[in-house]
């Protein structure tokens, strides 16, 4: 593991009806938390909400303005009816950054078919680098590794930091 970068400050977001009214226990903020202590991301805030989009944006937003630099959601990236976390997203963000999603599909593909049915995504939010992951904790574990070689650059961007590429 390399050095924790100063740059990463996390959020957490589990968007699911159930686990935000208590039905079933959040399995997915718990496992991204363990990753970021892994990766000595300091984790921030973190929330439950419903599949709403108004209380994901307010959750991203609130996350931003509090001094969150990496905001990762994970839930309502499906196709089902209730899975509207990319519209949040899309609602509020300056950005969209393709790519991410692209890679998250892709790695994932490998792993299991349905990965064709994620609308995984990354956008710049404010100064913060928001990623919609998976709902389910493995498949967002997974998610975020695929990806995590090019989240410090990214977040810097996102944060306007002076970089040197």
Known sequence: M????????????????????????????????????????????????????????????SFETQGC????????????PRDVTPEAIRGVMRIEVPGFGEAMRMESLRLTPNAILSRSLAAVVGRALVLALPGKPQGAVECLGFVEGALPHAVKLAQRVPTSC
Not at 32 to 37: D, F, H, K, S, Y
Not at 70 to 80: F, S
């Open 69 to 80: 630099s990496l905001i990762l959601t994970t839930g309502g990236t499906g196709i089902a």
């Open 2 to 61: 390399t050095a924790p970068d100063p740059a990463i400050r996390a959020g957490i977001i589990t968007v699911s009806d159930r686990a935000s009214t208590g039905e079933y226990d959040d399995l997915g903020g718990p496992a991204l938390r363990a990753e970021c202590a892994r990766r000595g991301w300091p984790v921030l805030a973190e929330a439950v909400v419903p599949d709403e989009i108004e209380r994901i944006c307010e959750a991203i937003q």
